[in-house]
């Protein structure tokens, strides 16, 4: 028996003994991440509310306010027809795409293994990941990314196999709509239609690939013009991704490192061309080259998209990486300690210090106490902003040159407060604050605000963030004089300021 090629039954497993650990893996993962559904929803997800809260008519233009498709939010609003706005409604589509992720994880690695202990180590790595976790309790598009992600490289590896029909079909729709689900899947495609290419064996299977990459063309086409917008901010995206980004490069290293043991018996076994190995190389390259790609672009300043939720389709793969690396380790006692030490290793650094809060913004707690300071006073008061929103900038156009749609970017602005989380009807003004110089009065306060109101000053950010808004706001308006209270009530990520107006010529008087 030549001891370089898997030694593993030509019999495939039963769909039943699949579904099973499917099932037992997806039940795991959602007690992981049940403790996280009920947290305040932070500022991202408070843009999903905000997107959904009103008519359907209103969810395309308000996405795209964000830079983002519509589809997903279709989904939601949908949804919150159904069951109201509330944490747990906006986050459970986002929680059901996750545990069927990891299902579908294990199931698949159990088909390519033919191995129960391969099966449960991919499985628990995508169970306890803190990414995972961190996405499938998220009011945003990921979860389902994750899930079409791994239809597309299953349906990619049949294509490579088979070459039916029916899977190009599949994968074009696949394709389309994960491009309408996020925009920034469109570089994992290309790379999966690049690794498709290399990998075909016959001038028909490339010319049908071909044709599919045109149909998806022409989907994708519809969208260029919102693209083409998006590209033309993309500044915007490079003042908080770099390529030379700690936490990115943490999260790789440390999202990687469950492979090596299996790497490492992999490239001791592994002498031939096989399609075990073939796999291997789809999979790994739609791990790395997307990364790779994303660096570059980020590098050179071409779009920063080094940023590890624009990369989840990658880092979904990994476990299905490591099923394809044990895979060519026949030698079946090796592989089965290979994985253990994996699942190991990916819980020593992939796994949460704790359950429960993962996001640290709590816009609920501030606003609720906004909302009882605003009940309980007399005077009229404004309300200011500054929601750590890139798009906010706008705000910071002179009235003279202000699009005729500036009611709907002050709105989005204000999607913290007036949405899910939202203040009672008072006497006063709502104000949004830019993104850059945080703090600084906009053309739309100064035309429209009163230098007698009280003002209560909510601020995404930490005391001394905080506190650094307050300051540039006080020194924008020099004309004006308060004195300034700190509440009681404030949160790790989220704080607020009260502000009341003095008398300037009584003071310069005394």
Not at 88 to 98: A, N, Q, T, V
Not at 121 to 150: K, P
Request: glycine share 6%; proline share 5%; with cysteine.
């Amino acid at each position: 028996m030549n001891t370089n090629e898997p030694n593993l039954s030509s019999a495939l497993p039963s769909w039943k003994t699949s579904a099973l650990l499917g099932l037992g893996i997806a039940a795991l993962a959602l007690l992981l991440r049940l403790p996280s559904m009920g947290e305040s929803l932070w500022v991202d997800e408070l843009h999903t509310a905000w997107v959904v809260s009103d008519g359907i008519q209103e969810v395309p233009e308000r996405a795209a306010m964000g830079n983002q498709a519509s589809l997903y939010f279709l989904i939601v609003w949908a949804w919150a027809q159904l069951t109201g706005l509330s944490e747990w409604s906006l986050r459970l589509p986002s929680l059901i795409g996750g545990v069927c992720c990891v299902a579908l994880i294990t199931m698949i690695a159990h088909r390519w293994s033919r191995d129960v202990w391969v099966a449960v180590a991919a499985g628990a790595i995508a169970a306890i990941d803190i990414d995972w976790i961190f996405f499938a309790t998220e009011a945003r598009v990921y979860g389902f990314v994750q899930v079409i992600a791994v239809m597309q490289v299953v349906l990619a590896w049949q294509i490579v196999q088979h070459d039916r029909q029916r899977d190009w079909v599949f994968l074009v729709i696949a394709t389309v709509g994960s491009f309408y689900f996020h925009y920034s899947t469109l570089l994992f495609s290309i790379c999966l239609a690049a690794f498709m290419w290399l990998l075909s064996d016959s001038p028909s299977q490339r010319h049908r690939l071909l044709k599919a990459s045109g149909c998806v063309a022409v989907g994708v086409a519809i969208a260029l013009t919102h693209l083409s917008s998006i590209f033309d901010r993309r500044e915007n995206w490079a003042q908080f991704i770099t390529a030379t980004s700690q936490n990115e490069w943490t999260r790789w290293v440390t999202a990687l490192a469950a492979l090596v043991p299996v790497a490492l018996l992999a490239s001791i076994y592994a002498r031939r061309w096989s399609a075990e190995a073939k796999r291997v190389v789809l999979i790994g390259g739609m791990v790395f080259l997307p990364i790779a790609a994303a660096w570059c672009t980020t590098a050179t300043g071409l779009a920063a998209i080094f940023f590890g939720r624009y990369l989840i389709s990658s880092e979904t793969l990994i476990p299905l990486l490591l099923v394809s690396l044990a895979s060519l380790v026949p030698a079946r006692m090796w592989r089965i300690g290979g994985v253990i030490v994996s699942v190991v290793i990916a819980f020593g650094l992939r796994t949460p210090h704790s359950l429960g809060p993962m996001r640290g913004e709590d816009w609920r707690t501030v606003v609720a106490s906004v909302a009882t300071d605003l009940e309980n006073s007399t005077e009229s008061t404004d309300v200011l902003i500054a929601s750590g929103l890139i798009e906010s900038d706008v705000l910071r156009l002179p009235s003279k040159r202000q699009p005729p749609f500036m009611e709907k970017w002050e709105s989005y602005s204000l999607l913290p407060i007036e949405s899910i989380y939202s203040l009672p009807e008072h006497a006063g003004q709502h104000f949004g604050l830019t993104y850059t110089r945080p703090g600084e009065a906009t053309p739309q306060y100064l035309h429209r605000s009163a230098p007698d109101r009280p003002i209560v000053l909510i601020v995404r950010g930490t005391r001394e963030t905080a506190d650094q808004v307050v300051k540039n706001f006080l020194n924008s308006v020099p004309d004006r004089k308060y004195e300034v209270t700190i509440p009681e009530t404030q949160a790790a990520r989220v704080q607020w300021r009260v502000l009341l107006p003095q008398d300037v010529n009584a003071d310069e008087g005394n």
